[in-house]
């Protein structure tokens, strides 16, 4: 009895669905942001007579090839499937066949990273996976941002509760996201050292890259040995509700430093700063079901 009462209490235990909508609106936006930077390589990344070749790519992963650009593989069709992709991501938004439209994506989001891994980054992997939790969680679909962001106008939709399995799922992620990150530096000698963000500050990673770096080497050294604590700390901070707040003010801090001095490196930001809303309730003083301020009124 207690297992299964630790069970529902984990995994069961009802939530505000806007929590969903909220994390479902997000993640839309920054699949959009994704579909932007990759427009202007589509054809060379995914066409059959682009930098990669198709049999290449079919073999350079386990599991099934189901990529829907090796058969989709000229301009106009490939083109096509992204401003379609585009559309997916803003009917997801709108919670417009939420669900079909997250099934397009994952299909999209795989489809890219089958037929051109190569160019895939870690941020890719991330926004699949979530998109797979997504899939299998509530989304929340009767929350557009309209009702969600500006309920000073019109009458929202009143909230339920819903199962919030999902969240915890996507927190597990988070977790494991970073602390692997950490696992697999601590492996590296320029992490032993504290010399990576020497070498990184001097390399065409950088975005402000220069001769300066050598005069602060010590201080990037103490940043190198910093910045694993931190990665460490942030899920940690996230996860307890006292100290969430710090949590998310060291996250966001942290990836929008990674944004302001790495190069290509703003979408990564932005999908981490993403995940944290899976720990975030900005409506934990309102219940589900209660009437929103406008609603008592009129009633009143």
């Known amino acids: 009895m207690l297992l299964v009462d630790a069970y529902r209490s984990i995994w069961l235990k009802q ?8 994390l479902r609106i997000a993640f839309a936006s920054v699949i959009l942001i994704n579909i932007a930077h990759l427009w202007p390589y589509r054809i060379t990344l995914l066409c059959a007579d682009g930098i990669i070749n198709p049999a290449v790519a079919s073999k350079s992963g386990p599991g099934l090839y189901l990529s829907i650009f090796s058969t989709v593989n000229s301009p106009a069709p490939v083109t096509v499937v992204f401003i379609a992709a585009a559309a997916a991501t803003l009917l997801l938004a709108w919670g417009k066949l939420a669900r079909p439209m997250l099934g397009i994506l994952f299909w999209f989001l795989l489809s890219i990273m089958q037929r051109a891994p190569v160019a895939t980054s870690g941020w890719d992997f991330i926004l699949l996976n979530f998109a797979f939790i997504l899939l299998l969680s509530p989304l929340g679909e009767k929350w557009n941002p309209y009702h969600l962001l500006l309920l000073r106008k019109g009458s929202p939709p009143d909230p339920q509760s819903v199962p919030r399995y999902g969240l915890v799922l996507m927190q597990l992620q988070v977790f ?3 602390w692997q990150t950490v696992i697999q530096k601590i492996d590296d000698y320029y992490w032993q050292t504290g010399d990576f963000l020497t070498y990184f500050m001097l390399s065409h990673h950088s975005r402000f890259a220069g001769s300066w770096v050598i005069h602060w080497q010590g201080f990037l050294d103490i940043l190198t040995y910093m910045t694993l604590m931190v990665e460490l700390a942030i899920p940690i901070l996230l996860w307890i509700p006292k100290t969430r707040r710090l949590g998310l003010f060291l996250g966001v801090a942290f990836h929008l430093s990674i944004a302001i001095f790495g190069v290509n490196l703003s979408i990564f930001s932005l999908v981490m700063i993403m995940t944290f809303l899976a720990f ?5 003083h309102r219940p589900p079901g209660a009437a929103t301020p406008t609603r008592a009124k009129a009633s009143s």
């Open 176 to 178: 494991v996201i970073y």
């Open 15 to 22: 939530v505000d669905e806007r929590r969903y909508a909220l």
């Open 280 to 284: 975030l309730n900005p409506w934990h």
